[in-house]
C-alpha cells in the first residue's frame, strides 16, 4: 500500500531563518506530487506539483522553492521565511484524480 | 466568485444526528467530486469520491452531486463522536492537476 511521510511534524522557526520541508512517498512509481499550504479559515492553498523528476511547477509566487531530487521525494525550500509563511503544510501526491495527503508540517514562524 | 463555496459552520449535533454538509460551485465543467475528513492537526483523509451525478453510499456515508444546481452534498447517518472533524469538499474538471477545495466545515458529534 502506499505511504506519504512528512518531516518535521512541527517546526518554529525565526523570521529570516531557511527553510526545508521533505516528502517522501512509498509503494507507488511516477506520482504526480503537490505542496499545499493550509491556514485557518483559507482553505487548501496549491503552492507546486511536479510530474516528474526536476519539473516543477509554481502556483503562487512567493519566497518559496519547491525541488524533486528523486522519484518520490519532494522538498519545499525558503532561503529566507516570513512571518506570513506560517502554516500548516501538506505534501500530497496522486495518480490519477483525486489526492492523498501526508501527515503536515505545522510551521510557526517568529 | 469563488470556484467552490462551503460554509465553515462550526456545526454541532447530537449523537445519533443525521448530519448534512453541503458546497456549492460555479464551474460546470466540473465532474470529479470527493469529500475528506481531516481531524485536528492531520492531513486530510480521502471520504469519497463521485464522478458525474448521482449518489454513492458507504456505509453510514452517501455523497450525492446534482450537477444541475451545482450543489454537492455528504450526509452522515447515526452520527458519531469519532466522526468530529472538518470536512472538506474538492472537485476538478479532469484528471489534471487543477483542484478545487472548499474551505471545510467544522463538526462536533456531541455524546
Known amino acids: 500500500s502506499q505511504t506519504i511521510h512528512q518531516w518535521p511534524a512541527t517546526l518554529v522557526q525565526p523570521v529570516g531563518s531557511p527553510l526545508s520541508l521533505e516528502c517522501t512517498v512509498e509503494g507507488t512509481s511516477n506520482p504526480n506530487l503537490y505542496w499545499y499550504r493550509q491556514a485557518a479559515g483559507r482553505g487548501l492553498q496549491l503552492l507546486f506539483y511536479?510530474?516528474?523528476?526536476?519539473?516543477i511547477s509554481s502556483e503562487v509566487p512567493q519566497n518559496l522553492s519547491a525541488s524533486r531530487p528523486q522519484d518520490r521525494q519532494f522538498i519545499l525550500s525558503s532561503k529566507k521565511l516570513l512571518l506570513s509563511d506560517s502554516g500548516f503544510y501538506l505534501c500530497?501526491?496522486?495518480?490519477?484524480?483525486?489526492?492523498?495527503f501526508g501527515p503536515g508540517t505545522r510551521l510557526l514562524v517568529l | 466568485q469563488k470556484e467552490v463555496e462551503q460554509d465553515p459552520g462550526p456545526l454541532s449535533v447530537p449523537e445519533g444526528a443525521i448530519v448534512s454538509l453541503n458546497c456549492t460551485y460555479s464551474?460546470?465543467?466540473?465532474?470529479?467530486f470527493m469529500w475528506y475528513r481531516q481531524y485536528s492537526r492531520k492531513g486530510p483523509e480521502l471520504l469519497m469520491y463521485t464522478y458525474s451525478s448521482g449518489n454513492k453510499e458507504d456505509g453510514r456515508f452517501t455523497a450525492q452531486v446534482d450537477k444541475s444546481s451545482k450543489y454537492i452534498s455528504l450526509f452522515i447517518r447515526d452520527s458519531q463522536p469519532s466522526d468530529s472533524a472538518t470536512y472538506l469538499c474538492a472537485m476538478s474538471a479532469n484528471t489534471g492537476n487543477q483542484f478545487y477545495f472548499g474551505t471545510g466545515t467544522s463538526l462536533t458529534v456531541i455524546p
Open positions: 511536479s510530474v516528474g523528476i526536476g519539473q
Open positions: 464551474n460546470s465543467a466540473f465532474q470529479y
Open positions: 500530497a501526491w496522486s495518480v490519477g484524480t483525486g489526492r492523498n
